[in-house]
């Protein structure tokens, strides 16, 4: 009876033990994480509060550049709203053609050209220039000859003095060159520079030339290489608008597959920061590479 007792007391006093214990566990436990999550909110406090203000001090740097940027293109397009079109068809030439002209005048009062002669008038001149002697497409390679004429083309072709004009007004008005390709593009292609009506085939046949020049020759190739990262992109998506204009107008004479390129486009366009309209280039190289799927 006595070893009965014994062991029903040693039994509840290890059973009060444990309890007593698990108690004081338990209680020590939620101490413990309530400590722990009173110093991870306390972290995440610091945190969003620098955070904030890292976006209040962006938003103070970015505030006058987005006003710079505005009085650029209130300036150079007479708007202060996006210009030209990025993508697709429905565009309005009548504002196209304003800005392009709004455009060739900014340029004159920088007096790029000089004061003999008109932006519009140099830029017809350089367009008619690589018209009329359009590069090596085809066997450039097939002797040292070729390939020189092609690696030295624009220069050959323009001359010094055009050439560094181009280079001056691409170093001068860099916050305006992507908007500029923009209306420029839509008011040859789409707006027949401005004259109306589709697009002259003599005007599109000649860029095509200079579409698979940039695209697909070793010279055109190598001259993209040597410029900025952001305007050999530019240059790159606008050839291949020109491409599928080509193919819609079944004179893609040198059947210049335009799917991998695309592939390559948008991973670099993705992967680039600094562009204006970068969400929707990404959209329109997207509806091409549905189109020829």
């Known amino acids: 009876m006595d070893k009965t007792v014994r062991t029903l007391v040693i039994a509840f006093a290890a059973i ?7 108690y004081w566990i338990g209680r ?11 110093k991870e909110k306390s972290r995440c406090g610091e945190r969003v509060a620098q955070l904030e203000a890292e976006i209040q001090r962006l938003n103070n740097e970015l505030g006058p550049l987005a006003q710079e940027y505005k009085s650029d293109l209130a300036h ?14 429905n565009v309005d030439c009548k504002k196209v053609t304003a800005q392009a002209v709004a455009f060739f005048q900014y340029l004159d009062s920088k007096a790029y050209a000089g004061d003999d002669k008109r932006a519009e008038d140099l830029f017809e001149e350089v367009f008619q220039k690589l018209a009329d ?16 004429q092609n690696v030295t083309h624009l220069y050959r072709v323009l001359g010094k003095e055009r050439i560094l004009w181009i280079k001056e007004l691409l170093a001068k008005e860099a916050a305006v060159v992507e908007p500029a390709m923009a209306v420029l593009y839509s008011w040859i292609t789409i707006c027949n520079a401005g004259e109306g009506g589709p697009t002259d085939p003599a005007k599109l046949k000649a860029m095509y030339q200079y579409a698979c020049f940039f695209l697909n020759s070793l010279g055109g190739r190598s001259y993209l290489l040597r410029r900025e990262s952001k305007l050999r992109m ?3 998506y606008y050839c ?24 390559y486009l948008f991973y670099d366009i993705n992967n680039q920061k600094g562009l204006l309209y970068r969400q929707r280039y990404l959209t329109q190289l997207v509806a091409l590479r549905s189109k020829y799927q």
Request: net charge negative; glycine share 14%.
């Open 133 to 148: 002697k359009p590069p090596v497409n085809v066997g450039e390679l097939d002797n040292l000859f070729n390939l020189t």
């Open 16 to 22: 009060g033990l444990g309890l007593l214990g698990y």
């Open 240 to 263: 291949l608008l020109v491409l599928d204009k080509a193919n819609d107008a079944q004179f893609n004479a040198y059947g210049l597959d335009i799917r991998p390129h695309l592939d």
């Open 76 to 89: 150079a397009f007479g708007t202060e709203k996006d210009v030209g079109a990025i993508q697709g068809e």
């Open 234 to 236: 530019l240059i790159h």
């Open 28 to 38: 020590w436990h939620t101490g413990g994480v309530e400590s722990a999550v009173q």
